[in-house]
């Protein structure tokens, strides 16, 4: 087939790129050039927001979204495209309001969420845009992604902390849930959407339960052969400032995702592959002074 994916060059996009390139896909990245591309996919070199007649003489048999943050961006690419077959919109947990009952499901109403902000109204704002110009389309929403490629100061910050034998300042207790999908396992469902067209167009993403902060953190700190020592911060202090999740504990209703993919990658298996990764792209993480504040602000905890 032919397919087309958004941006291309950092993370989701890229790994998606490159997994359906890898299935012998013609695959083509839509971006404006200004990184390093990934072998086997071919570049159209054009802004999304304004491609002029760059992508009317194409056909794609699948548009892949991973880039629509807002409804513009959706309008401005379905205004430049040609013809094309399914489009699969990468959207977001963040859809949803934290004051709905839990685990989110797809029937729940979407609505501002106070700790998301504009991103979570922006994408509303793109689904709603899609659905209006594409009623078919399919649209899947993830909790945290994570994996090869996360150029995230994320589960690549836990690696370091175990690197260098650091503790690890953990959010109150850390029991706090946080609920993650390997973005192989992102692929391998798009795969499936595009293989078994299901009737149902709308898909919470992720794993079935949470992990805690504390379990997340052994993981990570295991990948290396380590065990954290663990050092509680009170909550009175900005959680952002020293860990790389906001405090804010939500999980999704991915059942219906469940019934078409049973099996999804093992977190220790998925960290496993992110610590790879790292190990040889420590340049291209996107760092926050996360470390800076733990040592100037909390290094007399014990």
Known sequence: MNILVTGGTVFASRYTAEFFAAKGHDVYVLNRGSKPQSP?????????????????????????????????????????????????????????????????????????????????????????????RVPGAYILRPPYLYGPMNNLHRESFVFECAENDRPFYLPGDGSQKLQFLHIGDMCRFIDVLIGARPQQHIFNVGESEGVTIREWAENCYAVLGKSPQFISVDRSVPQRSYFPFYAYEYTLDTSKMRELMPELTPLSDGLARSWEWFAGNRELIVRKPLFEFIDNQLGGLK
């Open 40 to 132: 086997g996919v071919r570049l159209i070199c054009t802004d999304r927001h304004a491609p002029g007649d760059t992508l009317k003489n194409y056909t794609f048999d699948i548009v892949i979204d991973v880039t629509a943050y807002n409804g513009k961006d959706v309008n401005d690419l379905i205004d430049g495209l040609g013809d094309f077959g399914e489009y699969i919109l990468i959207s977001s947990s963040a859809v949803y309001p934290e004051t709905l009952p839990q685990p989110f499901s797809e029937e729940q109403p979407t609505g501002p969420n106070s700790v998301w902000g504009a991103y979570g109204t922006n994408k509303i704002e793109a689904e709603n845009a899609l659905l209006k």
